[in-house]
């Protein structure tokens, strides 16, 4: 199994194992609050959450909003403060209401998002959190540790400029060199002021430049700004490697084919 798959399949069961408790008894409508809108307009949102009707007890809930901070292996997480996504931030201009509220088993509570579009270019980032509040004389399993779920944020300034822009800031093959295999790790980064998806691909070249074997692992979710994103290839050949030179370019293109950025690294081949 290849290296990213791995690494994905570690990242959904500890995404899992977090998220089951709440997931159990709390649930909400929407995980993506995505809107364009040019500057100085409205724009809203709903989220609709629901608490199990075999919860023995009513819960107390927490809306709060985050700075999104987006982990170079994918996941997302809301920070109090992010200092990278702070030109980007959508967490000052954004209103939720309620902001606490308390809800009896097997009913549900709008919460409504609104949000004026800034002034500025490109897209602005938060995460709203919506927390299940541990209750000191019903609640027995840890203390004082809130479970919630995500709301991801995602907002366009339309009419503005937008710079959909990257750089591969690393590229490097693990050690040891295999005349079979080549573990290709790069590190992407988003340069520009609005989040996209992206391609990866990986090309092994020999010393006359001819292509003898590709990568292109799949790549969940958008990169938003400043964020990075780890990009993990395993290329195998189809014959094994004779003694030589050879390269590995890594490209990294918009969904569109656009290309963003592209590396080299060299490595050998002894006999």
Known sequence: MKRSSI????????????????????????????????????????????????????????????????????????????????????????????????????????????????????????IISVRLMPNATTDRQGVGIALGINTLVLLTISGSKIVESGEIENLSIEEPISSQMQNVTAVFKNTGNHHYRINATAFLKDNRGSVVATASPEIMGSVIPTARRIVEFSIIPESELKPGTYTVEAKVTLANGTVLAAKETNFKIKT
């Open 7 to 126: 690494s994905m399949i570690a990242i959904v069961i500890i995404f899992a194992l977090i998220i089951a408790p709440a997931a159990a008894r709390l649930s909400t409508s929407g995980l993506k609050f995505e809107a364009e809108a040019p500057r100085g307009e409205r724009v809203s949102y709903n989220i609709i959450v629901s608490l199990s009707a075999d919860e023995p007890a009513p819960k107390r809930i927490d809306v709060i909003l985050l700075d999104w901070y987006q982990d170079p292996r994918g996941p997302n997480r809301g920070l109090e403060k992010n200092p990278d996504i702070a030109p980007y931030s959508a967490k000052e201009f954004l209103r939720v209401s309620p902001e606490k509220f308390t809800i009896k088993p097997g009913t549900s509570q709008k919460v409504e998002i609104e949000a004026t579009m800034p002034r500025g270019d490109g897209g602005r980032y938060a």
